[in-house]
């Protein structure tokens, strides 16, 4: 079903698990993440950034989700991932968005909350869940097979910082840098479990969300979401394994070209990481 986040996160908060929040931007890959949610018994969050939404348009990129969503038998969120403005809220809210991001990192602190806040304002009164972003996040999803970078310091959220922004803002989540990039980077680990807890120190109320988490090994991933965060984003990890099955497509004989051969492994593929991830974030059989 189709659901709103509230009472998923606030289960995931008192339990210690996190929902995995995938990222779509057609059908395949939208019907993948349903299916291994259902098969894992797992509430999921499908995301679409403003970058596939350019590319499926709104309305038909958000039937496709919320169709699959209404059949589904687990809880399905439909989430914009790292919106930009209140233009593109407003328009995602309209066609049925149940949870939004507003991405204003970029921005220094006092305009983060100041557009932060007329999102909330705007969203909460449509019963709409609210993510808001306070340092900022480095890379690009897609990226892959890069070294991974020490993160600079200047770009991880400030724990002196996040009681105020919560407050201002009325967020109801908070994504957090603390050390991950964007995209899969060879060497990459997480590794500021102290960062993570002084910031659930200062906001022990609020759900953290966890950016950038492919390449971030299983360990340390079941490790983080014990704490309170409680969604993790992952994109470039469903596009490797979607890439690497149509790859293998081309690799092998065949007579006949059809769509279908090509993308229905590509599918499948991405089945087998969203169900490993729902596992590794503790969220399978927590939708029942
Ligand atoms: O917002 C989306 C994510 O943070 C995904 O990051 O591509 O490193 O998995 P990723
Ligand atoms: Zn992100």
Same mark, same amino acid.
């Given at each position: ?28 890959? +939208? ?19 403003? /970058? ?13 989700? %919320? ?6 038998? %687990? ?20 066609? /049925?968005? +149940? @949870?939004?991001?507003?991405?204003? @990192? ?62 201002? +803002? ?6 957090? @840098? ?24 200062? %906001? ?79 969220? @399978?059989?927590?939708?029942?």
């Amino acid at each position: 079903m189709l659901t709103a986040p509230h009472d998923l996160f606030a289960r995931a908060l008192n339990m210690g698990y996190a929902i995995g929040a995938f990222n779509t931007s057609n059908l395949e890959v +939208t019907q993948a993440i349903i299916w291994a949610a259902q098969k894992s018994r797992a509430p999921v969050i499908v995301q679409t950034s403003e /970058g596939a939404i350019e590319y499926g348009g709104l309305h038909q990129l958000s039937q496709i989700i %919320v169709s699959l969503a209404k059949e589904s038998s %687990v809880p399905v969120v439909l989430h914009l991932d790292h919106g930009k403005s209140l233009e593109i809220i407003k328009d995602c809210i309209e066609v /049925g968005y +149940t @949870s939004v991001m507003i991405d204003a @990192s970029r921005l220094p602190l006092l305009e983060n909350i100041a557009i932060t806040k007329e999102v909330v304002d705007y969203a909460h009164s449509r019963q709409v869940w609210v993510e808001a972003e306070l340092g900022a996040m480095l890379g690009a999803e897609g990226q892959k097979e890069l070294r991974g970078e020490p993160v600079p310091v200047e770009v991880l959220t400030k724990p002196a910082e996040v009681g105020r922004f919560v407050e201002e +803002t009325g967020v109801d989540a908070l994504a957090v @840098s603390v050390g991950t990039i964007h995209g899969a980077f060879t060497g990459q680990e997480f590794s500021s479990f102290e960062l993570v807890a002084q910031l659930v120190q200062a %906001v022990p109320e609020v759900p953290l969300v966890l950016h950038g988490a492919s390449g971030i090994s299983d360990e340390h991933l079941a490790r983080v979401v014990e704490t309170n965060v409680c969604k993790v984003n992952v994109d470039t990890e469903l596009r490797i394994a979607f890439e690497a099955a149509v790859r293998a497509y081309f690799d092998t004989e065949h007579d006949k070209l059809d769509p279908r051969k090509i993308l229905g492994p590509a599918r499948e593929a991405v089945q087998v990481v969203v169900e490993k991830k729902n596992k590794v974030f503790g969220a @399978s059989g927590k939708a029942d």
